[in-house]
């Protein structure tokens, strides 16, 4: 069975300019987290779905973050325009309920703004 | 205070020695408990969850004190491989939010 994918591993991109980080959970599971790692802090939350609908946003820094879930199935973040603070390491997880379950986390994309 | 705290360490020691990591938390309301493993550059994986008895998987022993909000990880005899980061994970199981918070884990250093 396929775990958590997400794409792109690595992005490189220049302050201003737009990306868009995608995310294939494992198939089944209706939680989808987004999580953000700067260096030298902890793993933070950025907005949890189940199936395509934000179930909590709260944690994303700002407007210029946008997250979809088209048909429940994957999701895309986008950040537009990128600042040079919004590198560090974008982590997607999966779980098959929103309860006492394990998180099945991807091998993240790693970011850079420069 | 934060959410859920972590001694970041390193925790550096010898192979075959027994270490342990606490990490409090402070949300008191009904939660479940994990401990994940992170290597340098991969994502975090599930180590073990921690049950309200304690619980223990090989090498590795698990324990939660509901009265003092922290929970532990035990590690005997330390392997090279046990070298990794340590993230406690605290997740609501009521109240509607069931979002894993991390603490920002505990480096782990084992050598020869």
């Known amino acids: 069975e396929a775990g958590v994918t997400q794409f792109p591993s690595h992005s490189v991109i220049e302050k201003g300019q737009t990306v868009t980080l995608r995310c294939d959970p494992i198939s089944g599971h209706d939680n989808l987290y987004w999580y953000r790692r700067v260096m030298g802090k902890e793993i933070k939350f950025l907005l949890h779905?189940?199936?395509?609908?934000?179930?909590?946003e709260s944690g994303m820094p700002n407007n210029r973050f946008l997250a979809e879930r088209t048909g429940g199935t994957y999701s895309t973040l986008k950040v537009q325009p990128a600042e040079l603070e919004d590198s560090g390491v974008y982590f997607c997880?999966?779980?098959?309920?929103?309860?006492?379950?394990?998180?099945?986390f991807g091998q993240g994309t790693r970011l850079t703004v420069v | 205070r934060k959410e859920v705290e972590q001694d970041p360490g390193p925790f550096n020691v010898p192979e075959g020695a027994t270490v342990a990591f606490n990490c409090t938390y402070s949300n008191s309301a009904s939660q479940s408990f994990f401990w994940y493993r992170q290597d340098c550059r991969k994502e975090p994986k599930l180590l073990m969850s921690?049950?309200?008895s304690g619980n223990e998987d090989g090498r590795f022993t698990a324990q939660l004190n509901r009265a003092s909000q922290y929970i532990s990880l035990l590690i005997r005899d330390s392997k090279l491989s046990d070298s990794a980061t340590y993230l406690c994970?605290?997740?609501?199981?009521?109240?509607?939010?069931?979002?894993?918070?991390f603490g920002r884990g505990t480096s782990l250093i084992v050598h020869p």
């Open positions: 997880a999966s779980s098959l309920s929103a309860g006492n379950t394990e998180a099945f």
């Open positions: 921690v049950y309200s």
């Open positions: 994970v605290v997740k609501p199981t009521s109240g509607g939010s069931y979002i894993p918070t």
């Open positions: 779905f189940v199936k395509e609908s934000k179930q909590d």
